[in-house]
């Protein structure tokens, strides 16, 4: 049984905090948190070394949680539906991003586990949870949050000025450059006032801001290389967070089965749209963590490495939100082309009138369960009745005035608002808020314009960061660059492609006819599934290269030892090959 280990000598007194093991006091959960740590091994000592972590702490864990709860929600609230929604959207996510950037980048150097951190983590809490409501409030807290970081830097510079004089100038130009960056923000303040138009035209400082604040820490850190972050858990914590980016698509995909599924019932479309996207976000994760550095690149590049995380998260986030909106569009346009049909089947085919053309239609539109969505309910109540005043009115479907139809149009153009108001609910339906006095037809078919256009750039910018990760951290030796070739070029190639696919718009034709089918969601796996099979060929060709090239090598060594030792044959003490009896071969 444990003991505690108490000196009892009357100089050192009976108490003395220095006898007891730190062990035993975790063991039986009484161990005392410092109010306070250095970040330097052994402080009190002329060590300076860094007390550096190579994993992620469980408080680092818990802070990752906040911001993928403020992405989720973001995402969830702020549907993408033309050019203002989708930089409002990047922006967010931008602001999200550097702060957690910035946080981590203080973190993995000079954070160690005291009540003092703890507290400065429950201020970036707050801070964090606040970044959903206005932005007046966000510029405060971004204000607050820059303040924080320069408290902090101003902490780890008091112990390091204990220690050495050397890094004073850069911590301190990082100090100052983040009160400027603060007060900048601070200074935004009155530009998101409704009097001043609620700062139109003038977040886009914030994007300048935080490139000015990365590119001054990120050089400070290159500069001076005991700032840089070798030897750090800055791999783990980027890769963590990659990880969350992509299951912030998991809890997207559970959404669009309910959207696809959720009434109809399970369908083949249904069920091979949802496989594409998690084969997607399968191929994601397999592109980044099969292919994560595992020796020293540099420096200077690593700092480059995590820099290009922003647009590699970007497109992640990109592709998995754009191929979730993919399949609702599709489910939103398969609706509609059978509403269209069977009003083509009851008007055009049979020639319903009045009360039972009414009565087939609103049958079809019960079908489709509008008035459960509370955003589609109104819109489903007004459709309903204006089905209703179809039974007052007779002769539209007669074949007089049927045989007319142009034949760009199935249905008479009667229907034609009727149609507008359905194609709006549908909509509304998938849990898209229309903006009151627009067009539900127009809206849509910005919406949809304004998804392809940024789903394939998405795609596209996702490869090019995969290219350059990859070819920035490609090892030295060369040992394997068969397989760096091609997977560089794949991934260079699927940009290419993507970009291809981008300028695809041009072609209305094209555009109506690939945005109604369901080959668009396919399509993209099937690309990554090209990617994936182009790295499983690469890295066999590689590995069956060096096995060649050892064996190779062996037989050379083999081959050499054996003329040497057969030059010098017979001579005794020879280091070459002699040859000696068998046993009982002697007579």
């Known amino acids: 049984m444990f003991e505690f280990t108490i000196s009892h000598d009357s100089e050192a007194g009976s108490t003395s905090e220095s006898a007891l093991n730190p062990k035993e006091l975790e063991e039986h959960k009484i161990a005392l948190l410092p109010w306070i740590q250095s970040p330097f091994k052994h402080s009190d000592t002329d060590d300076l070394n860094l007390e550096l972590r190579h994993e992620s702490n469980n408080l680092e864990l818990f802070f990752d949680l906040f911001f993928i709860a403020n992405l989720s929600t973001f995402t969830s609230t702020h549907s993408i539906i033309d050019t203002n929604t989708l930089v409002a959207y990047i922006g967010l996510f931008a602001i999200l991003w550097f702060t957690w950037f910035q946080i981590t980048l203080h973190d993995v150097r000079f954070s160690i586990d005291s009540v003092y951190e703890r507290v400065c983590k429950t201020i970036q809490f707050i801070i964090f949870v606040g970044f959903a409501l206005s932005f007046r409030i966000l510029c405060w807290l971004l204000f607050m949050s820059r303040l924080l970081f320069a408290i902090q830097y101003g902490v780890a510079l008091y112990f390091i000025r204990r220690k050495t004089k050397a890094l004073t100038w850069p911590i301190s130009l990082t100090i100052t450059a983040l009160v400027l960056m603060g007060g900048a923000f601070y200074s935004m303040t009155p530009a998101f006032s409704p009097s001043s138009g609620n700062g139109l035209g003038i977040y886009y400082v914030w994007y300048i801001i935080l490139a000015i604040e990365f590119g001054i820490v990120i050089g400070l850190s290159s500069i001076w290389r005991q700032l840089s972050?070798?030897?750090?858990?800055?791999?783990?914590?980027?890769?963590?967070l990659t990880l969350i980016v992509i299951g912030e698509g998991a809890i997207g995909v559970t959404k669009t089965v309910g959207k696809l599924m959720g009434k109809s019932g399970v369908t083949f479309e249904g069920c091979t749209l949802v496989i594409c996207i998690i084969l997607i976000m399968m191929f994601l994760w397999m592109f980044y963590f099969d292919n994560r550095p595992q020796h020293h690149y540099g420096t200077v590049r690593q700092q480059f490495w995590a820099g290009l995380h922003f647009p590699l998260h970007i497109g992640v986030v990109g592709v998995l939100e754009g191929s979730q909106q993919i399949a609702?569009?599709?489910?939103?346009?398969?609706?509609f082309v059978k509403i269209e049909n069977d009003i083509h089947e009851f008007c055009v085919k049979q020639h319903l009138d009045g009360t039972a053309l009414a009565n087939a239609l609103t049958q079809v539109m019960k079908e489709l369960k509008l008035e459960d969505k509370l955003e589609s309910r109104d819109q489903a109540a007004l459709i309903m009745q204006e089905l209703y005043n179809l039974t007052n009115v007779t002769g539209i479907c007669s074949e007089a005035n049927t045989s007319n139809i142009p034949a760009f149009s199935?249905?008479?153009t009667t229907f034609d608002d009727i149609m507008i108001d359905i194609f709006g609910a549908l909509f509304q339906n998938t849990g898209i808020n229309l903006p009151s006095g627009v067009d539900p037809s127009e809206l849509g078919r910005s919406t949809f314009l304004t998804v392809y256009i940024y789903y394939w750039a998405s795609i596209c910018l996702t490869m090019a960061s995969f290219a350059a990760l990859f070819w920035l951290t490609k090892h030295e030796e060369q040992r394997a660059a068969l397989f760096e070739k091609i997977a560089l070029y794949g991934r260079i190639i699927a940009a290419v492609i993507a970009a291809i696919f981008v300028t695809a718009v041009a072609s209305r034709i094209f555009l109506f006819y690939f945005i109604r089918s369901p080959a668009i969601l396919p399509t993209v796996a099937s690309i990554f599934v090209i990617i994936v099979v182009c790295d499983r060929v690469g890295r066999q060709l590689s590995v069956r290269k060096l096995k060649m090239g050892a064996a190779s090598a062996q037989q050379s060594?083999?081959?050499?030892?054996?003329?040497?030792g057969s030059g010098q044959s017979g001579q005794p003490g020879s280091a070459g090959y002699i040859r000696t009896p068998s046993i009982g071969s002697c007579n």
């Open 410 to 412: 199935s249905i008479p």
């Open 557 to 564: 060594i083999k081959l050499s030892l054996f003329r040497h």
């Open 229 to 240: 972050f070798r030897s750090t858990h800055l791999m783990e914590r980027m890769g963590l």
């Open 328 to 335: 609702i569009g599709r489910y939103i346009f398969k609706s």
